[in-house]
């Protein structure tokens, strides 16, 4: 009897170390995994923090241009620099030596776009008949295309068939027109003015050629 009894107490005690064994081996992998979680979920935040800054501290200049003919008003432009330096830098340099004062705009194209910014052919003063196919006295810019996309109010450089041959002019998006993206460099963005642009006046067929007077920026200026 006391043998048996023996027996029992020993079976008891190898079970509950059994027992405690599958316990112990079974809570661990969970621990660990929750743990392992918290050091990726601090390490997120200081970088999402460090990224708001970056963009509080990045200023942009705009781009004032008043318009005169069909259109009267201002258009305002937030300039791209963080996006196109060069292209931003040229357009500011173009506008602070008074070159886009009293040109036109040559091509514009109702439902897609208003082309301007031709400071050799396309001054109102002048003969205007080559208007489109002139651009500065500076070399031409290599391309800055970016992933940003050519929606209402968006301004890009025009160029030739070549990607590098942007130099003075620009033009302003009516409407979105994704088939852009990628093939021009974006510059900028209209903030204030759009019911202005709305209202320029349009050109004939196709192309899009101005006929007549067409209308011009009277002052273009850029603040910082």
Do not use: C
């Not at 599958?22 to 929750?34: A, H, I, R």
């Not at 258009?75 to 340099?93: G, M, S, T």
């Not at 025009?158 to 998006?173: G, K, L």
């Amino acid at each position: 009897m006391r043998s048996s009894q023996s027996l029992l107490l020993v079976l008891v005690a190898l079970g509950v170390g059994v027992l405690s064994y599958f316990y112990l081996t079974n809570q661990s992998p969970t621990d660990d995994v929750e743990k392992a979680a918290v050091p990726v979920q601090q390490t997120q935040e200081p970088v999402a923090q460090s990224e708001t800054t970056t963009q509080q501290n990045t200023s942009r200049p705009s781009l004032e241009i008043s318009v005169g003919g069909e259109a009267n008003g201002t258009i305002v432009i937030e300039l791209f620099n963080d996006v196109a330096p060069q292209h931003v830098e040229r357009i500011k340099a173009l506008a602070a030596s008074g070159a886009y004062d009293g040109v036109v705009f040559h091509r514009v194209i109702d439902g897609f776009m208003a082309q301007t910014g031709d400071v050799q052919f396309g001054k109102s003063d002048g003969e205007m008949a080559r208007a489109g196919q002139g651009g500065s006295d500076m070399p031409d810019l290599e391309a800055e295309f970016s992933d940003k996309t050519f929606a209402r109010g968006v301004v890009g450089m025009a160029r030739s068939s070549d990607p590098n041959s942007a130099n003075s002019q620009f033009f302003i998006m009516f409407a979105p027109a994704p088939h852009l993206d990628g093939q021009y460099t974006i510059v900028g963005q209209v903030t204030s003015g759009l019911d202005i642009l709305d209202t320029i006046k349009m050109g004939q067929g196709n192309s899009g050629t101005v006929t007549g007077e067409p209308d011009v920026m009277k002052s273009v200026v850029v603040s910082e």
